[in-house]
């Protein structure tokens, strides 16, 4: 029997909402053409919808969003009444984080995390929150006994993960913009495989969570992913103004292309020996000559990494498992019960034990891998690289039911151009570019000094100016 494509999925519709990006539909409410009423109603029409065609909702919040959405003085901030969900791995007082384990219990959260209250001051109205997979360890959101969470670009495809929920509501049309987190790629991947702007700011670059805090090296980074380069701009400006860290300069607020023109590192072949496969490696090199048509210099780097980092990273990844399965009562509900993790988070504990020895040796090459990369850095204004090594898989290619040893592999296979830019804590984007036949977006990173979201945005603008990135609506 022949396989039938399924058709794209989009809930985009003549509402209140229409195709608008954030920035836009924060103004019409400012104008008061829409009212934040109307617009968190259609939001929330759109959520169900898409919720039974993609399940990226894992807890929705539509009852106290319409009672926000009444008090909304759009005057006072600036996304006032833009609808939004926040992704499960973080706490909004009420709602219960559930870390896409079956492990943790769904007890309403007692606080709203630091990095949720930092958003949410810009005037998003919460309708939820948004899936992951188990912990955020995956690079596909996919559970061993639940339905996936679906791209809405070809429903029996990957999502990408961890912060996949945010990724597939936003690409459909259900929310303009919504929470991710990143710490190995998780705002980066989903962006890349629903064609969405994925920017993972610097270390410290916003306020940090506890849990962010308590880890040797610091890989996480909280953010947004969007359908337009202003959106991930002016969400950036304005968390800015609400916290700045003195050590990093001021990224302002970026509204178009740079005048500079750039020198732009070129790695088309991840550290660890996969190789990139053609229609990756094309769009990467479409994008060189369409930066260098542009003015800008392009030229191939080796990637600025130490041999050892695809092992240590591996390795720190498993520290994570291994900690959550040994404290997991501690860090995240007294009642978490270790025997319900997944396959996936068992096999990075197990692997883990067998090579703790060699962790000390691994944490003190990452924390170092931030002097390489600056040292590296020193000739170029940043790195043009994929984002993943292979297109989006099929659903089930990364299903955390794979037998442990086969998935790890598939997923180096997969996910290793990404997890540089966590352990050295350097900025880096995620655009579109590109289309495979079976109607999935393709996309390609950038990463820049320390610091520098400022050139990122503007390479950003750049491309969405003179290719335009793809869109359901």
Known sequence: MDYKQPAPFHCFQDDALGSSDATELAERIRRGDVSAVEVAEAAIARSRQAQAALNGVATDNYEQALKHAATVDASKTPFAGVPTFIKDNVDVKGLPSGHGSEAVPLNPAKATSPFVEQMLAQGYICLGKSTLPEFGFNASTEFANAEPTRNPWNLDYSCGASSGGSAAMVAAGAVPIAHANDGGGSIRIPAACCGLVGLKPTRGRVVLNEAAKS????????????????????????????????????VGHVQGPGEKRLRIGLALDSINGHPTDEDTRKTVEETARLLEKAGHTVELMAVPVADSFPDDFALYWGMLALGMKLKGHKILDPDFDKR???????????????????????????????????????DYDAVLTPVLAHTTPLLGHLSPAVPFDTLFERLAQYSNFTPLANATGAPAISVPMGMTDNNLPISVQFMAKHGDEHTLLELAYTLEAEHGFPSLG
Not at 345 to 374: C, E, F, M, V
């Open 215 to 250: 880890l040797p090296v610091d890989i996480v980074s909280d953010g947004v992913v969007t359908r337009s380069v202003r959106d991930s701009a002016g969400f950036l400006a304005h968390a800015e103004q609400y916290f700045y860290n003195q050590r990093l300069p001021k």
């Open 340 to 378: 319900k993790v997944n396959g996936l988070t068992n096999g990075l504990n197990s692997r883990t034990r067998k090579q703790i020895w060699k962790l000390p040796g691994a944490i003190w090459r990452l924390k170092r891998s931030w002097h390489d990369y600056a040292r590296a850095m020193a």
